[in-house]
């Protein structure tokens, strides 16, 4: 009864400056640690009130620390969650792995949350679910964030057997158990891609298992850049799953995402007895840049020479599947700027908080000086406003694509 008490307390005064129609995370540090490494967990305790007022009395004991790469270098922090056991949140399905993004270069703050609904429509085998809220460490309000599934493999997130494999490829070359693969010609952007082994762990991959992965990986890319590569048996489709690989550039070219042409978090899965197939979506807090919507810069931002891409858009069949699928998606769609009006409304009060806290445009640290997204420096309601234009603009340089070029 007086833990009880003390929590509502507790609620009652810090819920005038959070309280924005959005579920509120808790989190408080053993002794009040600051969290400062993205290596060293922190023990704590959390719990969320959720919009209707309703609130766990019991807070969930976990761990947390820093995540993310450059997102980890700005001001407004990403944190990873881990739970001794699993545990469902805001509707999600129960797990120990959780994460929490800042979308600090974001002023729509919807960047992500609407790629994971675009993916949501395709036939990927997982789409990490996530909800936006507002998020109070130690006390302190720090603004609106994500609470995001983790990309893991699980019964409710990546379905994979003990057989199987999660392969993330990234220019930040920071996994235990990497490689490059060379596709062997110079005449393409890449002359190598890497890829990096995420499941199973480092220390639970045999020799005998790296090496299999290594070869498969090696031999579908020596059948796509071979001279048979378009054959149905002989060829790529022989490897890869190809209706995955469609859609999962399909949301890359929708939402102008970069990151499939560096590669930076990009991911692969291969089951037991199954083909290699693309998946899941992740990191898209930089993307839906309007100036990628220029005649200019229409063909890089379509991703077309990106990853495996420029090869596999050397086949007419894989085009017309590409075009096929376009037009199937395409009623679903164009619903999104319906959904991103609706966005705009019930985030508007966590925005104006957020947006007190911090400048966006302090992203130009991290890239020579220019914004990223380029609406940092907007209010919120014009950047969203401009988020929605550029989305329709971007279905618009797609069907024109479609129609040039297939």
């Known amino acids: 009864m007086k833990t009880a008490i003390i929590i509502l307390l507790y609620s009652l005064l810090t819920a005038p400056f959070t309280h924005t129609g959005l579920p509120v995370v808790y989190i408080d540090t053993e ?61 999600m399905p129960a797990h120990r792995d959780w994460v929490l993004l800042a979308n600090f270069c974001d002023r729509t703050l919807l960047r992500n949350l609407l790629a994971m609904r675009v993916s949501s429509l395709t036939s990927l085998d997982w789409t990490p679910r996530c909800v936006p ?4 460490l130690n006390g302190r309000h720090l603004g609106q964030y994500l609470l995001s599934e983790s990309v893991s493999v699980g019964p409710d997130r990546l379905s994979l057997s003990s057989g199987g494999y999660l392969l993330e490829s990234d220019f930040h070359y920071d996994n235990e158990v990497q490689w490059e693969d060379y596709h062997g010609s110079s005449a393409y952007l890449f002359c190598g891609i890497p890829f990096a082994v995420k499941y199973p762990s480092a220390k ?15 031999d579908a890319a020596a059948a796509l850049y071979g001279k048979d590569f378009a054959d149905p048996q002989k060829g790529y489709a022989a490897y890869l799953d190809v209706d995955s690989f469609v859609d999962y550039w399909l ?54 020479g990106a990853f495996w891409y420029g090869r596999l858009f050397k086949d007419p069949a894989f085009c017309a599947r590409v ?80 129609e040039k070029m297939y």
């Not at 639970?204 to 090696?218: C, G, M, N, S, W």
């Not at 899941?280 to 919507?293: Q, R, V």
């Not at 400048?359 to 950047?383: C, H, Q, V, Y």
């Open 31 to 91: 002794g009040g640690a600051a969290v400062e490494s993205k290596e060293l967990r922190v023990a704590a305790e959390l719990r969320i009130h959720d919009p209707n007022g309703n609130e766990s009395l019991e807070p969930l004991a976990c761990t947390i620390k820093g995540r993310g790469n450059i997102t980890w270098r700005w001001p407004k922090k990403p944190y990873r969650l881990r739970f001794s056991d699993d545990v469902p949140l805001l509707g």
């Open 251 to 304: 949301v890359f070219a929708i939402m102008g995402n970069s990151e499939l042409g560096h590669p930076g978090s990009v991911y692969t899965h291969l089951d037991e007895g199954g083909k290699l197939k693309a998946g899941p979506c992740w990191d898209f807090d930089w993307c839906l840049n309007k100036s990628g919507t220029s005649r200019l810069r229409a063909a890089a931002s379509l991703n077309k």
């Open 323 to 402: 075009k096929k699928r376009f037009e199937e998606l395409l009623p679903e769609l164009l619903r999104i700027p319906k959904e991103i009006d609706g966005y705009k409304a019930k985030h508007a009060a966590s925005a104006q908080l957020n947006f007190a806290l911090w400048n966006p445009a302090m992203d130009r640290w991290e890239n020579k000086g220019l914004l990223i997204n380029g609406d940092e420096t907007l209010s919120f309601d014009d950047a969203v406003t401009q988020l929605r234009d550029t989305y329709m603009l971007r279905l618009e340089l797609l069907s024109l694509d479609m």
């Open 204 to 218: 639970d991959l045999t020799p005998e298992r790296e090496a299999f992965i290594k070869k498969y990986v090696k």
């Open 133 to 136: 809220v507002e998020l109070v």
